[in-house]
């Protein structure tokens, strides 16, 4: 499979804990973006890469919540001391780059769902 | 920042009809607007996009219309089939400008129901 992968695609966690997920964008991709959606609502953009520079993070993420792309390939989100608001299903979007139109496609990994009890 | 709103929230149509979903967005400078489809526990899926140099384009059953000065854009299917059935978002971003922020500002989405 070539495409955007995500891990772990669940993930249930207590209060309090600290949980890190990872993303796997498209090999050739050098933009790799963060997204949060809630039930019943569009995707909202959390922070951006690229290649190893983080370039832009939404006022949505919090100090709790930290990305790093180490070497410009994988990525990975952590939040600490989870709140049950911070339940919801994190997407990973992956894009080559460059000035052509299709460079600038996102590409969508299938997200991991956090349960914040 | 950017705004998009996206109406309606749900669409129920019969197969064979038409279905037709609008978006406005807020920023000027936007200058990309894709439409993406969800289906249920799935990523969303890139369908058609457009950019602000055109002012319509078709891909089968699929076409997109974008009016820069009233800042809207529809997303149009027409012999709707039930597998068109699913989540349908819009978006705006800016790119291929001195301020590319690339990121995506997303419509709250439509759910498009086609009935057998």
């Known amino acids: 499979d070539t495409g955007v992968s995500q891990n772990p695609r669940h993930k249930i966690t207590k209060r309090g804990q600290n949980v890190t997920f990872r993303c796997d964008p498209i090999?050739?991709?050098?933009?790799l973006y963060w997204y949060r959606q809630t039930l019943g609502q569009g995707p909202e953009f959390l922070t951006y890469?690229?290649?190893?520079?983080?370039?832009?993070k939404s006022r949505l993420l919090s100090d709790r919540f930290s990305a790093e792309r180490p070497k410009g390939s994988f990525s990975t989100l952590e939040i600490q001391r989870t709140e049950q608001g911070d339940s919801a299903m994190y997407l990973c979007a992956s894009s080559l780059g460059g000035t052509r139109r299709s460079y600038n496609e996102q590409f969508f990994g299938p997200g991991t769902r956090l349960t914040v009890l | 920042g950017e705004n998009v709103e996206q109406h309606p929230s749900t669409l129920s149509v019969q197969e064979g009809d038409s279905a037709v979903i609008k978006c406005t967005y807020s920023d000027s400078a936007s200058n990309y607007f894709p439409w993406y489809k969800q289906e249920l526990g799935k990523r969303p899926q890139l369908i058609i996009d457009i950019r602000s140099n055109v002012g319509e384009k078709k891909d089968q059953r699929i076409a997109v219309t974008l009016n820069k000065t009233a800042k809207h854009f529809s997303l149009h299917i027409t012999e709707t089939q039930p597998e068109d059935s699913a989540v349908y978002f819009c978006a705006a971003s800016k790119v291929w400008s001195g301020g590319s922020n690339y990121k995506l500002t997303f419509g709250k989405g439509t759910l498009l129901t086609v009935n057998p």
């Open positions: 090999s050739e991709h050098n933009r």
């Open positions: 890469f690229q290649n190893e520079a983080q370039l832009e």
